[in-house]
Nanobody, 117 residues
Framework: QVQLVESGGGLVQSGGSLTLSCAAS????????MGWYRQAPGKARELVAV???????NYADSVKGRFTISRDNAKNTVYLQMNILKPEDTAVYYC???????????WGRGTQVTVSS
């Protein structure tokens, strides 16, 4: 089994910053992609940012220029630096991990990010 432990969520004012962390542990042989999705109330879960094994990254258009994803492969940890936060960034943020050998991705339990106006 794979465990994903997220931390760093909280309440912040508009324009502020937060950093999310997600540490993976367990039966991990080779990680392909790590990243973050989010789900706001009444909305579908959406990609925020992912980091692929080859070093490439993908961001949602809504966060480009404000959020930065980084990864520490030695620690099996992914980070999301979120700057210039907006109220529309309010959501539960889920850590996401896909390995090369598993058919399905793994998900964290989620961490709440609330941005007040």
């Amino acid at each position: 089994q794979v465990q994903l432990v997220e931390s760093g969520g909280g309440l912040v004012q508009s324009g502020g910053s937060l950093t999310l962390s997600c540490a993976a542990s367990g039966n991990i042989f080779s990680i392909n992609t790590m990243g973050w999705y989010r789900q706001a109330p009444g909305k579908a879960r959406e990609l925020v940012a992912v980091s692929n094994s080859g070093g490439s990254t993908n961001y949602a258009d809504s966060v480009k220029g404000r959020f930065t994803i980084s990864r520490d492969n030695a620690k099996n940890t992914v980070y999301l630096q979120m700057n210039i936060l907006k109220p529309e960034d309010t959501a539960v943020y889920y850590c996401y991990l896909r390995t090369f050998n598993a058919a399905l991705p793994f998900w964290g339990r989620g961490t709440q990010v609330t941005v007040s106006s």
